[in-house]
C-alpha cells in the first residue's frame, strides 16, 4: 500500500490569494490524481500529473487556475489560484496502487475555506 | 459517458440492523464498480471492488456488494451495522486507465 502525505490539512484564506497544497508519497508513482470535493457533494477529478510531462486538466478545469508541478515521482503540488469563495472545497491528492485494477490509495485532504 | 447515481444522501440505522446502501451506474461497456468509505477528517479508503468475475463481493468489516447487470446496480450491504461504521461511502465506477468517477456519496449514521 501506499502512504500519502498531504498538508496543509486545513487553511482558511482570503479571497484573491493562492494556496499551495503539497503531496508526498512514500513509493515511486507514475500518475498521481488531484480530486476536489465540494461541500455536500462528490468528489471530482481536477487532473492527472504526470511526472515529466504537462498535467491533464478534466472538462472545466484550467491550468491557470490549477497549476500542478511533479517534479519527481513521489511528489506533486497543487496550487489553487486568486480564490473566491466558490473554491472552499477538501482538495485530495490520488495515487492509483499497481495492477489492482484502479484501486486508488487517498491523502487525508486538505480542507479550504476561503472568506 | 459512464456515471454513478446513489439513491440516499443520508441513511440512519439502528445498531446490529441490516446496512443497505444503493448504488446504480451507467456505462456502456462492462464497469469495474468500486465502495470506498470516508471516516471523519480521513482519506478515503477502499471497502471493496468489482472488476470481473464473480458478482459477490466481500470487503473489508463484513461488508459486501452484488454486482447485478440486468439492475445496473452495485449496492452494498452488512448484515449487522455497527456504530464504528458511521462514515461517508462512495460508490465509484471507471471509465479509463486509472480514473475513477464517484457517486454523491451517502452518509451512515448508526444509533444506539
Known amino acids: 500500500s501506499a502512504v500519502i502525505s498531504q498538508k496543509p490539512s486545513r487553511d482558511i484564506c482570503q479571497r484573491g490569494t493562492s494556496l499551495t497544497i503539497q503531496c508526498q508519497v512514500d513509493?515511486?508513482?507514475?500518475?498521481m490524481f488531484w480530486y476536489r470535493q465540494q461541500p455536500g457533494q462528490s468528489l471530482t477529478l481536477i487532473a492527472t500529473?504526470?511526472?515529466?510531462?504537462?498535467?491533464?486538466?478534466e472538462s472545466g478545469f484550467v491550468i491557470d487556475k490549477f497549476p500542478i508541478s511533479r517534479p519527481n515521482l513521489t511528489f506533486s503540488t497543487l496550487t489553487v489560484s486568486n480564490m473566491s469563495p466558490e473554491d472552499s472545497s477538501i482538495y485530495l491528492c490520488?495515487?492509483?496502487?499497481?495492477?489492482?485494477?484502479?484501486?486508488?490509495?487517498f491523502g487525508s485532504g486538505t480542507q479550504l475555506s476561503v472568506l | 459517458a459512464q456515471s454513478v447515481t446513489q439513491l440516499g444522501s443520508h441513511v440512519s440505522v439502528s445498531e446490529g440492523a441490516l446496512v443497505l446502501l444503493r448504488c446504480n451506474y451507467s456505462?456502456?461497456?462492462?464497469?469495474?464498480l468500486f465502495w470506498y468509505v470516508q471516516y471523519p477528517n480521513q482519506g478515503l479508503q477502499l471497502l471493496l471492488k468489482?472488476?470481473?468475475?464473480?458478482?459477490l463481493v466481500k470487503g473489508i468489516n463484513g461488508f459486501e456488494a452484488e454486482f447485478k447487470k440486468s439492475e445496473t446496480s452495485f449496492h452494498l450491504t452488512k448484515p449487522s451495522a455497527h456504530m464504528s461504521d458511521a462514515a461517508e461511502y462512495f460508490c465509484?465506477?471507471?471509465?479509463?486507465?486509472?480514473?475513477?468517477?464517484f457517486g454523491a456519496g451517502t452518509r451512515l449514521a448508526v444509533h444506539p
Open positions: 468489482y472488476t470481473t468475475g464473480a458478482t
Open positions: 456505462s456502456s461497456v462492462p464497469p469495474y
Open positions: 465509484a465506477v471507471r471509465p479509463g486507465y486509472n480514473k475513477l468517477i
Open positions: 513509493s515511486q508513482v507514475t500518475m
Open positions: 490520488s495515487v492509483p496502487s499497481p495492477g489492482q485494477g484502479g484501486k486508488l490509495f
Open positions: 500529473a504526470n511526472q515529466g510531462s504537462e498535467a491533464t486538466y
